[in-house]
């Protein structure tokens, strides 16, 4: 069992939230964790690299010259790829890299990534994040009060706020979502998680639910 500090706006420690790992992730799988995080990167290559094999590049497919006699090693065309201007012999062309795994391995990769934040301790809880009005100076305080300036912190929303992100999108490191859109990358990626105490309220019952329509 975790106990996670709560703090609220000005930094100070207001409470304590008891959670167990476990609730989210019995095991934590490096393998799934990996060919998750390889397939959000994937899925946003743009696979446009190409070049020009011999059969693009211009160039008249003349024989350079004749075959014996000259005292040169014989050639053919001018778009030969071991010449210069020539065609790439193994050309690259546009390509898909996206790719998907299963949604239950995706959500329980996602529920891996938030259980190993909390298991080393790089998850920090917020009493209550809301903003009457996108406040960037306000929130860039907030972060300095917990210690996250100049942390990559993902910050997790119970539901999508756009006051919130209207005040973070503009900070340095700092990404956000709400819970539903968690994902074993944003997860990951930054060193810190924080999240409200709404959002790990929602991110539990979302995991008991699934938990829930796993078979036994």
């Known amino acids: 069992m975790a106990k996670l500090k709560v703090f609220d706006r000005s930094g100070a420690e207001v409470d304590t939230y008891d959670i167990d790992p476990a609730e989210l992730a019995p095991r934590i799988n490096k393998q799934l964790l990996h060919d998750a995080v390889v397939m959000y990167q994937a899925n946003v290559r743009q696979g446009s690299a190409k070049s020009k094999s011999r059969a693009e590049v211009a160039g008249t497919t003349r024989k350079m010259y004749r075959q014996k006699g000259t005292g040169n090693a014989r050639a053919g065309s001018r778009r030969s790829?071991?010449?210069?201007?020539?065609?790439h012999i193994f050309a690259k062309q546009p390509r898909n890299f996206g790719h998907r795994l299963p949604r239950k391995a995706i959500k329980a990769a996602t529920r891996m990534a938030i259980a190993s934040k909390i298991i080393d301790e790089?998850?920090?809880?917020?009493?209550?994040?809301?903003?009457?009005a996108p406040r960037t100076k306000e929130m860039a305080s907030i972060l300095v009060a917990l210690g996250l300036a100049n942390v990559s912190t993902h910050i997790a929303t119970a539901e999508h706020d756009s006051n919130v992100y209207l005040s973070i999108r503009n900070i340095n490191q700092v990404t956000v979502s709400e819970v539903s859109g968690l994902n074993a990358l944003n997860v990951l990626k930054p060193r810190q998680l924080l999240v409200t105490r709404a959002a790990l309220d929602a991110i539990r019952e979302r995991a008991q639910g699934d938990n829930n329509k796993t078979p036994t």
């Open 81 to 87: 790829g071991i010449r210069r201007g020539g065609g």
């Open 122 to 132: 790089q998850i920090m809880v917020i009493d209550d994040l809301s903003f009457e």
